[in-house]
């Protein structure tokens, strides 16, 4: 496959003086045709300022975007809106629905703003809602439908045109667990007929949906690959903990010799240790500290082990 999408260098610095926000500082990255990529990171950490800036919304400080072979930072007025039109599809954080429309004219006004002939939007129309499931809600205004219904509808104006990129920004926050795993489907569905996707999002869960994830932090992608990729080696000197006091537990821990790291990993805890760690030793002196049922063994890591070691540890 080729490349889609490449974002080299890419930087974006609001502000002026001496009160400059570095929001993005050199995110490089590239998809290739068909790809599905999650951009996970916490809040504040360049996500949507990296796709506010590959869909034009905003324009960078420094560093260039490529899509389909233009680049982006090169184009202006007409030119930059009808590659955007015909390249790109874009989905808010809150779908962005005009409240006066209904579902069908919403997805409509997308293709008069391009030029599409009166006579062939209807079906257009309802052929894509039928694809997405929304063609039951097409008489009703945003604030009639739930919060999936909502972002489906969003989905079907963004992909009528039959854009090359389809970029939404966290789309499922404030939507119910049923709706955004319902959601994710459709996306995976997607992203099968041969649509690129790149999407951000703050859910470890969804994150592992993608094809391949980056992890954004301070504005810049400290890691990419495939979940399994970047998990494969969290395992080493990783180790689960618990005791019947949990929170003594997590003060002596942080104690051990050879132990970088702890914190709360659902009932037990997770013990980050470097080469000097002896887990025999450990468990020693936990349970002659006074601690009742301890508990130590190697821990298998995932994605949440991943996001605490880039984005909360001190490490």
């Known amino acids: 496959m080729s490349e889609i999408l490449t974002v080299t260098d890419l930087k974006k610095v609001y502000g002026k003086g001496g009160s400059l926000t570095r929001a993005l500082d050199g995110v490089s990255l590239s998809l290739e045709a068909g790809e599905f990529v ?3 990171g916490p809040s504040g950490s ?5 796709l506010n800036c590959v869909s034009t919304i905003d324009r960078p400080s420094a560093g260039s975007i490529v899509i389909d072979g233009k680049e982006l930072t090169r184009l202006k007025g007409k030119e930059l809106a009808k ?12 779908c962005n629905l005009l409240d006066t429309l ?3 004219e919403n997805i409509s006004l997308a293709l008069t703003i391009k030029g599409e002939p009166a006579r062939s939007i209807p079906g257009k129309v309802n052929a894509m809602a039928a694809r997405l499931g929304v063609d039951g809600v097409l008489s009703k205004y945003p604030y009639q439908m739930s919060g999936g219904q909502k972002q489906r509808v969003a989905i079907a104006r963004a992909l009528v045109n039959r854009p090359r990129v389809l970029l939404l920004d966290e789309p499922t926050t404030g939507v119910d667990a049923i709706s955004r795993s319902e959601f994710w489907t459709m996306l995976r569905s997607l992203r099968e007929s041969g649509i690129t996707i790149l999407v951000s999002t703050s859910y470890m869960d969804e994150a592992v949906l993608c094809e391949a994830m980056a992890l954004i932090y301070n504005g810049t992608i400290v890691e990419k690959g495939t979940p399994s990729e970047l998990t494969a080696h969290l395992g080493e ?7 019947d006091q949990m929170y003594p537990l ?17 009932a037990t805890l997770h013990l980050v240790t470097d080469a000097t760690f ?3 030793l450990a468990y020693r002196l936990l349970s002659e500290s006074g601690l009742e049922n301890v508990k130590l063994y190697p821990a298998k890591g995932n994605i949440e082990d991943l996001f605490i070691r880039f984005c909360v540890s001190d490490k």
Not at 46 to 50: Q, S
């Open 250 to 266: 997590l003060e002596a821990v942080r104690k051990l010799p050879g132990v970088l790291n702890s914190y709360t990993f659902g």
């Open 83 to 94: 590659f955007r039109r015909e390249r790109l599809g874009f989905i808010f954080q809150d």
């Open 278 to 280: 002896d887990a025999a």
């Open 38 to 40: 999650g951009v996970m």
């Open 46 to 50: 360049g996500k949507t300022t990296l």
């Open 102 to 104: 209904t579902g069908f």
């Open 237 to 243: 000197n990783l180790y689960n903990a618990s005791a």
